[in-house]
């Protein structure tokens, strides 16, 4: 079972998000939110608060199944920009600067089956490449 949850229009730039997102992608949902509670970026708030909305989501999903929170993992988490807040700042001689404060758009999807092994390459991992050589005269 699958449940999503989005934010849209966060004042805190995509940039931003995305390393505080790559802490919690692929963990438990307990895991996840331990994780955050020490995370000193202010983005951990607002992920957090949308992890918690997604497990209200599933919960809400699953009233008539048997649901265990514990199982529900983070499967899905994008950090996508958004619209951005154009505003100029005064400089020397009468300039002015442009100042773009970006937003993000947040998804998060949680599922409680277990993650797919990805399969391994031929070559074992290791990636050959070939290098061609010119003469000078």
């Given at each position: 079972?699958?449940?999503?949850?989005s934010?849209?229009?966060?004042?805190?730039?995509?940039?931003?998000?995305?390393?505080?997102?790559?802490?919690?992608?692929?963990?438990?949902?307990?895991?996840?939110?331990?994780?955050?509670?020490?995370?000193?970026?202010?983005?951990?708030?607002?992920?957090?608060?949308?992890?918690?909305?997604?497990?209200?989501?599933?919960e809400?999903?699953?009233?008539?199944?048997?649901?265990?929170?514990?199982?529900?993992?983070?499967?899905?988490?994008?950090?996508?920009q958004?619209?951005?807040?154009?505003?100029?700042?005064?400089?020397?001689?009468?300039?002015?600067?442009?100042?773009?404060?970006?937003t993000?758009?947040?998804?998060?999807?949680?599922?409680?089956?277990?993650?797919?092994?990805?399969?391994?390459?031929a070559?074992?991992?290791?990636?050959?490449t070939?290098?061609?050589?010119?003469?000078?005269?």
């Amino acid at each position: 079972m699958e449940a999503r949850a989005s934010l849209r229009y966060l004042r805190i730039t995509p940039r931003k998000v995305r390393v505080v997102a790559d802490l919690i992608r692929g963990k438990n949902v307990n895991a996840a939110l331990s994780q955050l509670a020490y995370v000193e970026k202010r983005a951990a708030e607002p992920l957090a608060k949308l992890l918690r909305s997604a497990v209200a989501n599933a919960e809400r999903a699953a009233k008539d199944q048997a649901l265990d929170v514990d199982r529900l993992t983070v499967k899905e988490l994008m950090v996508d920009q958004g619209p951005s807040l154009r505003r100029y700042m005064p400089r020397a001689m009468g300039r002015a600067f442009k100042i773009q404060k970006k937003t993000s758009h947040i998804s998060l999807t949680l599922s409680d089956e277990k993650p797919e092994k990805r399969a391994s390459r031929a070559t074992g991992g290791v990636r050959r490449t070939q290098h061609t050589t010119t003469r000078r005269s």
